[in-house]
């Protein structure tokens, strides 16, 4: 017989990708039967999703290693041919079902077209040949081709399932488990690891510490796995073993707002708790995992763990929001990973910290998993009472406790300042101490950190304005300074960067008011874990008469003066139950029902659930979610210092050594905000075809970071 192929490099036949597929459908099946999906289906498109691949043309485009061949038609189309759909109905499947299998298998790759009816009809004709000279001995095959496209089940660019939620769901998991299955098959990895480790491996971890019981909060979540739970609980509870508690051996996904807490967790599972091989067990995902992955080099092949996880194959995956939330915007090529969640266990940490568009995206993300049978945790410090009303409101069902898991221990004896903070209390108090200084700007971190220096204080500082290795090393720094039993001895000033992404434990806090949500997290920062003698430790400046830094700009306002309003009855003791009371005075739905903030949230959510599937593409929606206000560039003198790297890069043609050079390169990148973007002086350095760097004509130095040569506001929150 004749031999039709699927792919050129490495060659491979349309039946030796099939066999692959079929090996990936049948472990799929295997470790999560519960899937909602029709597995005969399922089976079916598996089959036939690439029989248009025998078409001539395609053949020709391999055999002469072009990207298309003129007059080619996307050989999904062309497998829409070979659907049995006399039989399908036959055996009881509906019109509409058989529509779903039409469009499951013609757009598994993509829903654009550019050909008409009659193309379509006519490259089917010339099927007919090729189709007499393929036999699969694991399937009925050959089939003879349709002559023609039934309209019965299926019309050229209709059918996007606006008033037809079932079929969408069907589909949604036909197309998202034949997209997995495939991508699976074309790299040569399984679709699925087994999660056969994190109860077991947990067990060592309690036994190897010493510990003869799981606490109330972890008691509680592992009495809840298979239920979907929302949890309030205090630093320092053990919320990260709680969570994988509840997720047990489920497949999971835990979320995390920032890259450096979520890099955190990771080491955390991999090196405290995991017994064996990281790299099928647990991955991480977000944009720099190259470069995280490459401090491991040694441990395992990267390329094939970086395949493993972004394919979803995973066990655990560690991620941001973004990586898996922008399901939300059912963008073309969604379905895969909404069809992951609906077998998938989802831990959202530290909720707090989004913004009212994040939230948005939250909570009619977990209206998706919830309806496709996926289950959730939210597991936070603090929650604003807003977000549970709208998560009612979409009919979210969950399990909350009566009340948070907080303890009676004395951390935080507070001192409001009703002026701005300046550095007078911090020379007052600072003598052999370890200091926390958080400002709303970097503006304000950097007017601080000036002052401080002048007087003779040691003093460093930190913010998101640093090229990506110095900020590395910054993170370094704070974390081993802000240790207990440290022997520094000063000031670190910084902005929210340090708000919950780092374990650091400082003795005393000064900080400008942002709102009590951010307040609370830089309390975190300060007395972490113990207990607090009679004298103040945290030092509020909620401005005085005037606002403080980045109020109406990267702090809400009105949240600002029910914040301010909130804390002026503070003095001294402050235990963590009057915390969630503060937090519930002041992110009810009740107060907040009237405000810019609420407004937001409302619109976003509605905007949501109004847009049409397919409405915009991939990048977006990437846009859209990230709500990106930022540029990556070099700052000028660095790129002069480069020269040599950057000429490596431009000369390398091995694929992963110029990954490599590429991740140093975004070593000495950084983001800053579009508005001092826009008012500097910068000019493009094209290193190839896809890639290029923005030099940005700037200040830098590796303590203070980029500063404008233009001196002006700089007033980016982070």
Same mark, same amino acid.
């Given at each position: 017989m004749? +031999?039709?192929?699927? +792919?050129?490099?490495?060659?491979?036949?349309?039946?030796?990708?099939?066999?692959?597929?079929?090996?990936?459908?049948?472990?799929?099946?295997?470790?999560?039967?519960?899937?909602?999906?029709?597995?005969?289906?399922?089976?079916?498109?598996?089959?036939?999703?690439?029989?248009?691949?025998?078409?001539n043309k395609f053949q020709e485009k391999l055999k002469s290693k072009q990207k298309m061949v003129k007059g080619e038609i996307p050989h999904g189309w062309l497998s829409i041919a070979f659907i049995d759909y006399k039989r399908l109905k036959k055996e009881g499947y509906s019109v509409e079902e058989i529509g779903v299998i039409f469009q499951a298998i013609a757009y598994h790759h993509d829903r654009n077209y550019s050909f008409e009816i009659e193309e379509l009809e006519a490259e089917f004709l010339e099927l007919e040949e090729p189709a007499s000279q393929f036999y699969y001995d694991k399937w009925k095959l050959p089939i003879p081709p349709a002559k023609k496209l039934n309209l019965r089940y299926f019309s050229i660019g209709e059918h996007t399932?606006?008033?037809?939620?079932?079929?969408?769901?069907?589909?949604?998991?036909l197309k998202g488990l034949l997209n997995r299955i495939d991508y699976a098959a074309s790299a040569s990895i399984p679709v699925e690891w087994e999660n056969q480790f994190l109860e077991r491996d947990l067990a060592v971890w309690k036994k190897n510490k010493g510990i003869s019981e799981w606490n109330a909060l972890q008691q509680?979540?592992?009495?809840?796995?298979?239920?979907?739970?929302?949890?309030?609980?205090?630093?320092?509870?053990?919320?990260?073993?709680? &969570?994988?508690?509840?997720?047990?051996?489920?497949?999971?996904?835990?979320?995390?707002?920032?890259?450096?807490?979520?890099?955190?967790?990771?080491?955390?599972?991999?090196?405290?708790?995991?017994?064996? +091989?990281?790299?099928?067990?647990?991955?991480? %995902?977000?944009?720099?995992?190259?470069?995280?992955?490459l401090l491991d080099e040694k441990e395992y092949d990267i390329a094939e763990y970086i395949t493993r996880t972004k394919q979803l194959s995973l066990? %655990?995956?560690?991620?941001?929001?973004?990586?898996?939330?922008?399901?939300?915007?059912?963008?073309?090529?969604?379905?895969?990973k909404l069809a992951t969640l609906s077998y998938s266990k989802v831990i959202l940490d530290e909720v707090q910290m989004y913004s009212p568009d994040l939230l948005a995206y939250v909570i009619v993300g977990l209206k998706y998993i919830q309806t496709f049978g996926g289950k959730f945790a939210i597991l936070t410090a603090t929650l604003p009472g807003i977000v549970t009303h709208y998560m009612k409101e979409e009919k979210l069902e969950f399990t909350m406790p009566e009340k948070p898991f907080i303890t009676d221990i004395f951390r935080h004896s507070v001192c409001v300042k009703h002026r701005e903070l300046d550095i007078q209390d911090i020379l007052e108090h600072a003598n052999r101490k370890r200091v926390l200084v958080i400002c709303n700007t970097v503006n304000k971190a950097k007017e601080i950190f000036s002052a401080l220096q002048t007087a003779g204080v040691n003093t460093k500082l930190f913010h998101s304005q640093f090229i990506r290795a110095d900020r590395r090393q910054k993170e370094q720094e704070i974390f081993q300074d802000g240790q207990v039993g440290s022997e520094f001895e000063g000031v670190w000033v910084a902005t929210q960067v340090v708000e919950a992404s780092l374990d650091i434990d400082f003795d005393l806090l000064f900080?400008?008011?942002?709102?009590?949500? &951010?307040?609370f997290q830089r309390m975190g920062r300060c007395y972490r874990k113990r207990e607090n003698p009679a004298e103040n430790n945290i030092f509020v400046y909620d401005g005085g008469e005037k606002k403080c830094n980045g109020v109406g700009f990267v702090v809400d306002k009105e949240i600002f003066q029910f914040s301010k309003e909130a804390i002026a009855v503070l003095g001294g003791k402050l235990l963590e139950s009057k915390k969630m009371e503060l937090i519930d005075e002041v992110y009810s739905y009740e107060r907040l029902e009237g405000t810019e903030y609420n407004k937001l949230l409302q619109n976003n959510i509605d905007h949501l659930k109004d847009m049409g599937a397919y409405e915009i593409d991939k990048n977006e929606a990437k846009k859209r979610f990230r709500n990106i206000l930022s540029v990556s560039v070099i700052p000028k003198s660095i790129f002069e210092e480069n020269h040599r790297l950057i000429t490596l890069y431009k000369n390398e043609t091995n694929k992963f050594e110029k990954q490599k050079l590429w991740e140093k390169l975004k070593d000495l990148q950084v983001d800053v905000s579009a508005h001092l973007f826009e008012k500097s002086e910068s000019k493009i350095e094209p290193l190839s075809k896809y890639k290029k760097l923005q030099i940005l004509d700037c200040f830098y130095d590796n303590k203070t970071g980029v500063t404008r040569k233009e001196r002006g506001k700089e007033n980016k929150f982070f």
């Open positions: 004749k +031999k039709f192929y699927a +792919k050129s490099n490495p060659k491979e036949t349309i039946q030796e990708h099939t066999d692959k597929l079929i090996e990936n459908f049948i472990l799929l099946k295997h470790l999560y039967s519960n899937i909602r999906v029709d597995w005969e289906l399922l089976y079916e498109i598996c089959v036939l999703h690439d029989l248009g691949k025998m078409g399932f606006e008033n037809d939620y079932e079929n969408f769901k069907k589909y949604v998991l509680f979540m592992n009495a809840h796995q298979n239920e979907n739970v929302v949890v309030i609980a205090q630093t320092g509870m053990g919320k990260t073993e709680a &969570g994988l508690l509840w997720l047990g051996d489920a497949k999971g996904f835990f979320t995390l707002p920032l890259k450096t807490a979520i890099n955190s967790i990771y080491e955390r599972v991999k090196d405290d708790i995991l017994t064996e +091989k990281v790299d099928t067990q647990v991955g991480l %995902l977000h944009s720099d995992i190259f470069s995280r992955y066990p %655990l995956t560690i991620c941001t929001l973004d990586q898996i939330f922008d399901i939300v915007y059912r963008y073309p090529g969604f379905e895969h900080t400008e008011l942002s709102d009590i949500n &951010g307040l």
